[in-house]
């Protein structure tokens, strides 16, 4: 009988997608554990080939990735010989940036004889399509939203981020290393004077995945808090790329943001 593996970073994302499979193994990076999970094995990069060996072991045949990770630090002493001949791949991935690197991790995986699956296909409900989930659009959010897409489009074509924030057609703050929650807190101790006047439309947080992106592994992510990071930057609601996004606990979105006064919208 095939087994599925999830292979989880932090975060409440693995628990989300483990509960979408029928008795999965639960695989964790070593340094990032998952919350409310727990986990039947731990690996390190540095014995990535023995690892892969411990999954055929337990019948897994298919392997999804799912919480969030950063680059992990390396110690030689510990690389195995398998393993050790695929650091200069590894390496060499690592310094263009994210987006080669989850590019050769999925390659190693399916070299390795595993099917790589993606979070839409293991959890649908988690992704959703598009439509309004709750509030009312206006053309100004319409406008906001399409030239935020836009310079989603040119920050991820360079590898930056996967957000921004627009208002009026002005962009207020794009998304880059520190992440999404550093972007909308620095956002809320804006100076006034530097926003327009939020009566002529408030702006809103736009998220999608980078052009070209695997949309199997490092999809974005949303959840309540970002929808209350978000009425606390003083935006009027969330758009997202319908089909790219991860919306983590829907209903609790929605509730907050109604709440709120917010609109959500996968467009």
Known sequence: MSRTAVIAGSGRL????AGALDAPLVCALDGFSPEGLAVDMVFRVERLVPFF????????TTVTFAGAVQRPRLDPALFDAGTAQLV???????????????????????????????????????????GVL?????????????????IVQALGAVDVGQGCVVAQGLCLAVEALPGTDAMLAGLATLDARLRP??????????????????????????????????????LGGIVWEAGGVICLDRAGMIAAASDAGLFLWAR
Do not use: N, W
């Open 14 to 17: 693995p628990a989300a997608v």
């Open 53 to 60: 060996h411990a999954l055929e072991d337990a019948g897994v």
């Open 88 to 130: 200069p791949r590894l390496m060499g991935a690592m310094a263009q940036g994210d987006d080669a690197t989850l590019r050769a991790v999925i390659g190693l995986f399916e070299e390795a004889g595993f099917a790589v699956e993606g979070t839409a296909r293991i959890a649908p409900a988690l992704v959703p399509g598009a």
């Open 134 to 150: 709750c509030g009312t659009i206006s053309d100004r959010d319409e406008a906001d939203a399409t030239r935020a897409a836009a």
């Open 197 to 234: 006047d939020p009566a002529r439309g408030r702006g809103l947080f736009y998220k999608a995945p980078k052009p070209g992106q695997d949309l199997r592994v490092d999809l974005p992510t949303l959840g309540p808090d970002t929808v209350a990071r978000v009425a606390e930057a003083g």
